[in-house]
């Protein structure tokens, strides 16, 4: 008796230990994409996994930019957030919460003027405007299909 008490208090144990698992993180991401607290410094509050060898981090000010596989800052923090590198461009937010792109040195390709907007695949990014719709633009910012999907 005394055994199946002991048995019955440890599996309802690892029960709701498990039942808990996972229920913290907020962002919606796969757990590869999951940011990681770094701890080998003071200077970046998270750092994104690599894509294409470089990494978005975060500053202390809230402010995302990217550094490479050496640890060197290579595109300075002044983001609102930044994404992967795909096709050798990421998606960025500026203060105004309004999507744009950069290239790996950090230069502004395709403006930030995009409501929401989704990273690079063979060639094309989906991209929505102010009225909620989506569409496609190319690498060089052109609309190729029309925002006009929901």
């Not at 690599?50 to 640890?71: F, I, P, Q």
Request: glycine content about 8%.
């Amino acid at each position: 008796m005394k055994q199946r008490i002991i048995t019955s208090v440890i599996a309802l144990s690892l029960l709701a230990t498990m039942t808990t698992w996972g229920q913290t993180n907020v962002i919606k991401r796969t757990p590869a994409q999951q940011p990681t607290k770094v701890k080998t410094g003071p200077q970046w509050k998270w750092k994104d996994d690599y894509s294409e060898g470089l990494a978005a981090v975060k500053d202390d000010n809230g402010k995302w930019g990217v550094r490479d596989k050496a640890g060197k800052v290579v595109i300075p923090c002044k983001w609102k957030s930044t994404g992967y590198f795909h096709e050798g461009m990421a998606r960025v937010t500026d203060e105004n919460t309004k999507y744009g792109y950069i290239d790996k040195t950090g230069d502004l390709v395709i403006s930030c003027k995009w409501k929401s907007a989704d990273s690079f695949s063979e060639g094309l990014a989906c991209v929505m405007d102010d009225n909620n719709k989506w569409g496609f633009i190319d690498k060089t910012g052109k609309i190729v299909i029309n925002p006009q999907f929901d």
